[in-house]
């Protein structure tokens, strides 16, 4: 069975750090490349970003460029976002998916297996 699952999510201060974690089962991460969205209250779902299956090409929204970093560690089948600089817009849903394509995309509606999604908290 195909399932993502993210962890990491929290309550942090505003300009603090939070590293999300999409560890996979069922199938590997490698294979397939895999994208951050989020959705705030109210909001709908948003790319963050997404990183590639082949070469690692990554790409990110204006509004986390610089704060924000995907990685990906094929031997723990697990993708990260690491998230500097947090402010209280960053405060959403985050979810994981992969797409079956190996080529990074923001579009949604290219990913087909999706996490439940972790919360993110940036408040003082």
């Known amino acids: 069975q195909v399932q993502l699952v993210e962890s990491g999510g929290g309550l942090v201060q505003p300009g603090g750090s939070l590293r999300l974690s999409c560890a996979a089962s069922?199938?590997?991460?490698?294979?397939?490349?895999i994208g951050w969205f989020r959705q705030a209250p109210g909001k709908e779902r948003e790319g963050v970003s997404c990183i590639s299956s082949s070469d690692g090409t990554t790409y990110y929204a204006d509004s986390v460029k610089g704060r924000f970093t995907i990685s990906r560690d094929n031997a723990k089948n697990t993708v990260y976002l690491q998230m500097n600089s947090l402010k209280p817009e960053d405060t959403a849903v985050y979810y994981c998916?992969?797409?079956?394509?190996?080529?990074?995309?923001?579009?949604?509606?290219?990913?087909?297996?999706w996490g439940q999604g972790t919360q993110v908290t940036v408040s003082s």
């Open positions: 069922g199938f590997t991460l490698d294979n397939y490349a």
């Open positions: 998916a992969a797409t079956i394509f190996v080529a990074a995309t923001m579009a949604q509606d290219e990913y087909l297996w």
